[in-house]
C-alpha cells in the first residue's frame, strides 16, 4: 500500500527563507511528491497544517482546506489504483502522475519494459513466461540504457525494431517479439485499463513476411528413420523419440514429456501451448516404444534422463540431425519438427486426402472457441486417421 501525507519540505528553503509545502507519496521504497502550491516559514507549520498567524498565506482556513481536500483526493486516487490491482505495477512517481491529473494515467509516464517484467512473473506457463521473457531481453538490448514508455511505441518505432531484428533473426523470430508486445499493448489497453485505445499502434502495422518452412518429409524418409540401425545408444533413443511422436500423431517435446500414465489404451492431456484438452488413441507401434523405453520410476526414460523438456528437445534434434546426414536418409537438418509436419503431410495427401478440419483436430490446433462449443468433436475420426497414415507407413518394411 502507498503511504501519503502533507509535509513541510525543508530541504530547501527559498530565496524569502519560505519551504514549500508538499504531498509526499513513499511506494516499494520509493519517494515522489506533488507541490501544493503553498510556501511558508517552518514556524507556521504544525503536523499538516499551516498556523494562524503566517504571512504570506493571505487566507490560512481556505488554504488548510484545500490541502485536506488534496489529502483526501490522493487518498481516493490511491483506493481506486488498489481497487483495480493497479498499485503492484506502479512506481511512486506513476501514482503521483495519477493523482495530479485528476485519476488518468499518462502514457509517459509508463515504462513498457517495466511493465513486460512484471506480466511475465504472472505467467504460469513456463513456456510463454519464457517466450516473453526473451522479449524483455530482447527489448533491453535493443534500448540500451534508454526507457522504453507505451508512447514511444509508435508505428515509426515498431518499423525500426522490426527492421533491427531481422537484421539478427529469422522473420519467424522477429515477429514473436512484435506480438508479444502486441498482446501487451492489448492486455494495458483492455485489462489494466493503463492507455487509450487511441495510442494502439498496430493499425495497419505489417508484421515480417514469414515464409513457412516445409518440413513435410516423404513416407519413404520417415521408413528410412524407422529402420535406421546403430550402435550408438543416444542415436537409437533420438530416432525411437522422433518415432514416438509421429506414432502419437506428431505429439510436441513438451507434451510428451510430462505424460505419466496411460488410461484406457489412450493419453489424456491438456496440450501446453493451448490448454486444450487432448486425447490421443496409443497404437501398436507407440505401444511398443514406450515398452521398451520404459523409465524406472517414470514412464519413460526420456523423462528421467533430462531435467525439463528443453533440454530433452535440444538433445534429440542434435543426435535427429547426425542420423539425418545418413547416405539413406540425407535430411541433414532433421529435428523433431519434421514429425508433427510429416504426419500432417501423409494425411493431407493421396490416398488419404483428410479434410483440414479434422487434420487440425488431430494435431490440437487452437484455443476452444465458442463454436467449438456447439459440437462434441468424436475423436473416433482422429483415431481412424493417424490409423490410416501409420498403415501407409508400415505398408513397406
Excluded at 506502479?90 to 503521483?96: F, G
Excluded at 498482446?183 to 505489417?206: C, H, M, T, W
Aim: glycine share 4%.
Amino acid at each position: 500500500m502507498a503511504a501519503i501525507n502533507i509535509k513541510l519540505d525543508t530541504r530547501k528553503a527559498k530565496k524569502d527563507g519560505t519551504f514549500p509545502i508538499k504531498l509526499f507519496i513513499r511506494h516499494k521504497s520509493k519517494m515522489a511528491y506533488i507541490n501544493a502550491n503553498f510556501s511558508i516559514e517552518e514556524r507556521f507549520w504544525d503536523n499538516g497544517r499551516i498556523k494562524r498567524g503566517c504571512s504570506t498565506i493571505e487566507n490560512v482556513r481556505m488554504a488548510n482546506n484545500k490541502l485536506a481536500m488534496l489529502l483526501n483526493e490522493a487518498d481516493e486516487c490511491i483506493g481506486q489504483l488498489e481497487d483495480r490491482r493497479r498499485l503492484d505495477v506502479m512506481n511512486a512517481k506513476q501514482i503521483a502522475d495519477y493523482i495530479k491529473n485528476g485519476g488518468k494515467q499518462h502514457q509517459s509516464s509508463i515504462n513498457f519494459l517495466d511493465y513486460l517484467e512484471d506480466y511475465t512473473k504472472i505467467i504460469n506457463n513456463t513456456s510463454t513466461r519464457d517466450t516473453y521473457y526473451a522479449t524483455l531481453i530482447r527489448l533491453r538490448e535493443y534500448m540500451g540504457n534508454d526507457l522504453l514508455f507505451f508512447d514511444d511505441i509508435t508505428k515509426a518505432w515498431l518499423s525500426r525494431y522490426k527492421e533491427y531484428r531481422l537484421s539478427k533473426s529469422s522473420a519467424g523470430t522477429t515477429n514473436i517479439d512484435l506480438r508479444n508486445i502486441r498482446a501487451l499493448f492489448n492486455r494495458a489497453i483492455d485489462v489494466d485499463e493503463l492507455v487509450g485505445q487511441e495510442s494502439y499502434p498496430f493499425r495497419k502495422f505489417e508484421f515480417a513476411k514469414a515464409t513457412p518452412r516445409n518440413l513435410r518429409l516423404p513416407i519413404e524418409t520417415i521408413r528410412e528413420i524407422r529402420d535406421f540401425k546403430t550402435d550408438l545408444e543416444h542415436q537409437a533413443l533420438a530416432r525411437d523419440f522422433f518415432m514416438l511422436s509421429f506414432y502419437l500423431i506428431g505429439m510436441n517435446n513438451a507434451d510428451i514429456y510430462e505424460v505419466t500414465k496411460i488410461e484406457d489404451g489412450r493419453i489424456e492431456y491438456d496440450r501446453k501451448k493451448t490448454t486444450k484438452h487432448y486425447s490421443i488413441k496409443l497404437e501398436p507401434e507407440a505401444l511398443e516404444i514406450i515398452e521398451r523405453r520404459k523409465g524406472d520410476e517414470k514412464l519413460l526414460i526420456y523423462q528421467e534422463r533430462y531435467s525439463n523438456f528443453k533440454n530433452l528437445t535440444k538433445q534429440m534434434n542434435k543426435h535427429l540431425k547426425e542420423i539425418g546426414k545418413h547416405e539413406s536418409i540425407k535430411v541433414p537438418e532433421l529435428v523433431m519438427y519434421h514429425a508433427r509436419h510429416s504426419w500432417a503431410g501423409i494425411a493431407a495427401k493421396k490416398p488419404i486426402g483428410a479434410s483440414k478440419a479434422v487434420i487440425a483436430q488431430a494435431l490440437g490446433h487452437g484455443k476452444i472457441t465458442v463454436t467449438d462449443t456447439y459440437f462434441d468433436f468424436d475423436n473416433e475420426l482422429v483415431d481412424d486417421l493417424n490409423r490410416k497414415v501409420l498403415d501407409i507407413t508400415k505398408s513397406i518394411s
